[in-house]
């Protein structure tokens, strides 16, 4: 780091993602709500998708010839590169279509967004955001598939899109924080912890590295560049990784400044929270924004359970402060149950493919 950047450092961002939460709770100016034009259009090209019959990874933006969804999704562009980092659209008619005609859809909007990467060992490009049954305690288990509370952090590529299909009986809130407020208020608070940002962390894999890897990566928090800051941040990873006796100890430093991160996301002034309704899309700037979310309880039929869809998008040549390692996504690893296969066992208790019975 030069000693120019260093001394950018010491002093608190501006930019239009540095927002905090209560300000943005006082306004919807971050929903966009989708004209019947703009869903006349993905009816449209949905109906043509559907009609040929071709996988989801076989299509490509050219068998989504948008119109007026067009200037949606560059309106979504700008918010999410120049503006706050996130978007909330709303009014996907995903009550009137199937969870395939769904799936179609927000693939499409997708594509027109970046190129799906890889959220699983499985590869899994469109992913499953359900209760799986799945043990939190066990660490190759990935959080997003229990009802448990996630607590705030980022993940892969460019941009997160979750499609809301269907919401919990209870809980299941979403909560999104601005990663430059934080960073901003942490230098206010504990600005001698700010250069441990930028050195390595040592990150557990949960199981999901490829053969021959070691099962933790390292990779600082945050990086600026003279113009625009880059936090990638989960503490439970972080956290995690202490379990591999080879993995470094943290430092005491290192342990203060993830608690501090977690602790400034909790408070009420800096988190944003969101009720998500069927047919919502949360769009989020990976390098910007934490997410999270609240315990949840289900409904018994498996047919009205809280369930989410997933895209990890990477905006390849539009994204100024990408990074090349989280663009690409989880390598793939054989072997690994899908999210499909997961949500289908604990919907029908049938063993998957290759699974005992």
Known sequence: MSEAVRELLLEPLRCAAAWRGAEQARSQDWVYRLSSAEVADLDRCVDAVARCGRPLHELGVGDFEFDAMAGAIATWMRELEHGRGFVLARGVPVDRYSVDRARIAYWGIGLHMGTAVSQTAAGDLLGEVRDTGADPSDPSVRLYKTRESLGFHCDGADIIGLLCLRTARSGGQSRIASSVSVYNELLERRPDLVPELYENFHWDRNEEQAPGEAPYFDLPICHFDGERLRTFYIGWYIRGAQRHPEAPRL???????????????????????????????????????????????????????????????????????????????????????????AVDRSITGRPTTGEKE
């Open 251 to 341: 430092t005491a430093a290192q342990n203060e400044v993830i608690d501090l991160i977690d602790e400034i996301c909790e408070e009420p002034d800096f988190h944003l929270a969101m009720e998500f309704e069927p047919g919502d899309i949360q769009w989020l700037k990976n390098s910007v924004i934490l997410h999270a979310r609240t315990a949840y309880e289900d409904e018994v039929e498996p047919e009205r359970r809280r369930h989410l869809l997933r895209l990890w998008l990477t905006a390849h040549g539009r994204w100024a402060d990408g990074d090349e390692f989280l663009r690409q996504g989880i390598p793939r690893k054989d072997g690994v149950e899908s999210d499909a296969d």
